[in-house]
């Protein structure tokens, strides 16, 4: 049977059809809003015309946010729908794709609608790296993103690593969206961002983590809406480089001061959280770079980590270049490149579901 998986982010469509035979076909549909897509409709349209007459046997979807659930997969039936978007709130930027997605296929497909949820792999989070320093009683606690990722990628790393993926390892999921996360025999430990996907590292239209003052300026100075707008499409890497780009990738072919300050910021960022989690954790055996930027922006790469020397991490220069899985120097720590792929880890999702007869709450 084939399985349509379904990955709707911040300004990027993915999908994926996996069929019987192992088949996979992939379809990108990348700047939302920027240009011949004006919006995740239009995304899901073109989607919806590539697919022709395939129908799948059950669509997975990409949940950014799932609140208090711990599940990594649920069933989406009308009373699941209904629970999703009571969250809307925690994950603004996302969750109106990920639920139109679900919505256009639930009438497009009379087959089981999963929802896979990226929050689920941080349910591992001991109570440092869950709590705020707010009264519980609020009700308000930090989750983390990217989870789906960093499940793919922790599979992948004993592979590659052998017993020291057991170890320290750090993930840098560098995107338009963007966090770290700890691993420590390979279950998330810690991660950057927290109560919702604004926060962490500075990303390409959001601040990341900010003093609590600023935003209570902010909250004096702006109504509601347009203080949701600056925090989600207006800070980040657009608001360093003075207007001129959210996305590194023009960043980083730019000759403007502002966009090497951008580029510069954002790299230093990246090791402050690198080394903030050495120091919790005692040190750092491993690290690994997925996601857009992550994946493909060497310059990124070789920014972030030749101040790391001192850890022991060190870049093989030409490896870097090629974006080669080992990018270390042979007798530095390991820094690998593993690309991401959420697709897979939700295929394997529905399956589970399907093939066990879980299709239901849990």
């Known amino acids: 049977m084939s399985i349509l998986v379904v990955n709707s982010g911040s300004s990027s469509l993915k999908a ?5 035979g192992g088949g996979r076909r992939d379809f990108r549909f990348e700047h939302i809003g920027q240009g ?12 919806m015309r590539e697919l022709g007459a395939e129908t799948p046997a059950a669509v997975g979807h990409r949940l950014v946010h799932g609140g208090e659930i711990t599940a990594a997969a649920r069933l989406i039936d009308d009373t699941e729908r209904t629970r999703l978007e009571s969250v809307v709130a925690l994950a603004p930027l996302h969750l109106p794709g ?6 256009l296929c639930r009438e497009r497909f009379d ?8 929050t689920a792999f941080h349910a591992t989070l001991p109570d440092f790296s869950r709590r705020l320093p707010i009264p519980q009683s609020l009700g308000l ?8 990722n960093y499940a793919h990628v922790a599979r992948q790393l004993p592979g590659l690593l052998g017993d020291a993926a057991h170890g320290r390892v750090v993930v840098a999921h560098l995107g338009n969206g963007a966090s770290l996360c700890l691993l420590e025999n390979l279950q998330s ?18 601040s990341g983590d900010l003093d609590p003052g600023v935003m209570l300026e902010l909250a004096r100075r702006l109504g509601d809406d347009e203080l949701g707008d600056l925090v989600y ?3 980040g890497l657009l608001a360093l480089s003075d207007g001129e780009s959210s996305d590194m990738a023009q960043l980083l072919v730019s000759t403007t001061p502002a966009a090497r300050f951008a580029v510069d910021y954002f790299s230093r960022q990246v090791r402050a959280t690198i080394g903030a989690y050495a120091a919790k954790a005692g040190g750092v055996d491993a690290l690994v770079f997925s996601g857009g930027i992550g994946e493909h922006a060497a310059q990124v790469r070789a920014a972030i980590c030749e101040p790391l020397g001192f850890m022991g991490f060190r870049l093989d220069h030409e490896a870097n270049l090629r974006h080669d899985t080992w990018l270390n120097e042979r007798t530095a720590k390991p820094v690998l490149r593993i690309p991401a792929d959420e697709e897979s880890m939700i295929h394997g999702l529905v399956l589970g579901m399907l093939g066990e007869g879980q299709a239901g709450h849990d």
Request: hydrophobic content about 40%.
């Open 141 to 148: 606690r930090r989750y983390g993103f990217h989870g789906l």
């Open 98 to 103: 990920n639920l139109l997605g679900v919505d």
């Open 111 to 118: 087959v089981p609608q999963i929802a896979c949820f990226d």
């Open 189 to 206: 430990v810690d991660t950057s961002m927290g109560y919702t996907p604004a926060g962490g590292i500075p990303m390409g239209t959001r």
């Open 233 to 235: 499409r207006r800070m």
């Open 16 to 20: 994926s059809l996996f069929t019987a």
């Open 36 to 47: 011949r897509l004006p919006d995740h409709r239009a995304a899901f349209a073109a989607l």
